[in-house]
């Protein structure tokens, strides 16, 4: 059993929560609020720890940043990749040409062509699956 400490941990400054921990760490110590997170710094004894959080020196950390609403990286390669598979198979039909049988790898080079030459700040267009499509070919015919 510990001793009873002679200092009582005092409502977070904070919050007001009455959820102050003190929390050891190694041979440190410090006061951590359970609700908001406020924490005094790393002492040497327990005693001074809460002293620190009695006195209001506590860090609060910063509110969670709103998460922007984006497409999951998941979802946005779908639509990437659909949208460079429809627009070959477009591609192949003005061409006259039936979709060939490594379809599936053209859109895999195409796509990682398109994604990592596109100019983040802009969308890019059919165009560029034609360039991608041209140097799939190319990089074939270099075989
Ligand atoms: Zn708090």
Redesign the pocket.
């Known amino acids: 059993m510990e001793d009873r400490l002679a200092i009582n941990v005092m409502a977070?400054k904070?919050?007001g929560?009455r959820?102050g921990l003190i929390q050891a760490e190694y041979n440190v110590y410090h006061v951590r609020?359970m609700?908001?997170g406020?924490e005094t710094k790393r002492y040497m004894t327990q005693i001074l720890a809460i002293q620190k959080w009695n006195l209001g020196e506590v860090s609060v950390p910063r509110p969670k940043e709103t998460p922007s609403i984006q497409p999951l990286p998941i979802e946005q390669e779908q639509s990437d990749r659909k949208f460079i598979d429809l627009t070959l198979c477009q591609m192949y039909e003005q061409l006259g040409t039936d979709v060939p049988g490594n379809h599936g790898d053209v859109v895999d080079f195409v796509y990682d062509d398109v994604i990592n030459t596109r100019d983040l700040a802009e969308d890019y267009t059919d165009e560029d699956v034609r360039i991608g499509f041209r140097r799939f070919i190319e990089s074939v015919s270099e075989e």
């Open positions: 977070c904070n919050c929560e959820k609020c609700n908001c406020a």
